[in-house]
């Protein structure tokens, strides 16, 4: 292990939505930080602020191919998230959970590095039981539209405990439920997304089914928080580990959200429901609370708010907004008729 002076840490996915606060938040600790990425679903944009510090580098680089470089500790966030992307190129994206992940950590055990995976609650599938704990072994359709995403993951986190086992390398294997926050891709499709500039454009909000179906949506920075603490948890302490905020409701109340902290007069449209789209999402988090002390602490009407401000901000180019994002922002977000950027 190299002199804790200066920690050197590896982010894969680090110019994508959570990869972006992650990167700033390991800087600010002080740490040397590597972000690698291909750009498939993040933006040189997302990093930009970045840039200037010396601690920070950034190689353009597709985990399916072997890397070397020498760090301390590897993020794997690199995969795209949002059901639109993963499903855009399905073959990638299992090639990016399932050979990108052997690539991280062979890395890791050359080099004797912590690794940690941003698994995900699709594991679970659309989950028999509820809330979800990790004991649950999930209830996925290997052969659907979701499977290159939830398969590929699945088989991350085996070979995670492979290597583990195996070759004693010290990995962290966090399972990330919905995530929602400032510098989110616009057109990724997601509910946030989707939902907020659909009221900021006044153009109907796309509720899928009913609406009834349930997701718990968890701040960006406080997910971050819970990666660096599992991160810097005692080694035996490998996962898999909820994360996530376990308030939760239905789509079609989040709509409701949406429209009031933007004042939108945009109406509800109801839609078809994608395949296989999992009924009820809810982490059962006490793991997290017991073993890294962790749970979220950011209110959904908080974050939307904050959420809302940097959205509106692209829309309208408003470069300090833009730039503003963990706490700040105004928490009135007025509804604006803007085109896409
Ligand atoms: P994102 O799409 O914004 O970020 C993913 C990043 O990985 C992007 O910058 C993309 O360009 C990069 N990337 C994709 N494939 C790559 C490859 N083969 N090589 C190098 N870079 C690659 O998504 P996000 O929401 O920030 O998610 C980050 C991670 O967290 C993902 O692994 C995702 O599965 C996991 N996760 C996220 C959520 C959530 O709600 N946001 C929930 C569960 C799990
Ligand atoms: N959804 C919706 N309207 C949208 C986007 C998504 O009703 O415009 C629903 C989707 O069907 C799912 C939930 O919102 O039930 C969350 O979808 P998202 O793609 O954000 O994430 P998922 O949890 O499905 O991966």
């Known amino acids: 292990m190299r002199s804790p002076v200066m920690k050197r840490v590896l982010v894969t996915g680090g110019a994508g939505f959570l990869g972006s606060h992650l990167c700033e938040r390991l800087l600010e600790r002080g740490y040397f930080v590597i972000c690698v990425d291909n750009y498939l679903t993040g933006s040189r944009e997302n990093i930009a602020h970045l ?21 301390d500790e590897i993020y794997n966030l690199a995969c795209p998230a949002s059901p639109v992307h993963y499903q855009h190129d399905p073959v990638h994206t299992l090639k990016t959970s399932v050979v990108g992940s052997l690539n991280l950590l062979e890395l890791a055990r050359r080099l004797g590095a912590r690794i940690l995976q941003a698994s995900t609650s699709e594991v679970y599938g659309d989950p028999d039981v509820h809330p979800q704990c990790e004991s649950y072994w999930g209830n996925v359709n290997p052969i659907g539209p979701r499977a290159c995403y939830d398969e590929g993951k699945r088989c991350a986190e085996t070979l995670f405990f492979d290597y583990n086992r195996r070759h004693g390398v010290p990995v962290k294997v966090a399972r990330i439920f919905n995530t929602y926050g400032p510098r989110m891709h616009q057109n990724d499709g997601r509910i946030v997304s989707n939902f907020v500039l659909q009221a900021l454009r006044a153009q109907p909000l796309t509720v899928y089914g009913d609406g009834s179906q349930t997701r718990s949506f968890c701040y960006v920075a406080d997910l971050a928080e819970a990666l660096e603490r599992l991160m810097g948890s005692p080694e035996g302490v490998v996962g898999p580990v909820n994360l996530g905020n376990p308030t939760e409701l239905s789509v079609l109340d989040l709509a409701k959200r949406v429209l009031s902290l933007t004042r939108s007069s945009s109406k509800i449209e109801f839609l078809p429901l994608p395949i296989d789209d999992p009924r009820r999402r809810r982490p059962d988090i006490s793991q997290a609370r017991e073993l890294l002390g962790w749970q979220p602490s950011t209110d959904l009407d908080a974050g939307l708010k904050r959420t809302i401000a940097n959205f509106r901000a692209r829309l309208t180019g408003h470069p300090k907004l833009v730039s503003s994002v963990a706490g700040a922002g105004p928490d009135s977000v007025g509804a604006v008729a803007a085109s896409p950027s």
């Open 51 to 71: 840039k200037a510090n010396p601690r920070f580098e950034v190689i353009e680089h597709d985990i399916i191919e072997p890397l070397s470089v020498d760090v």
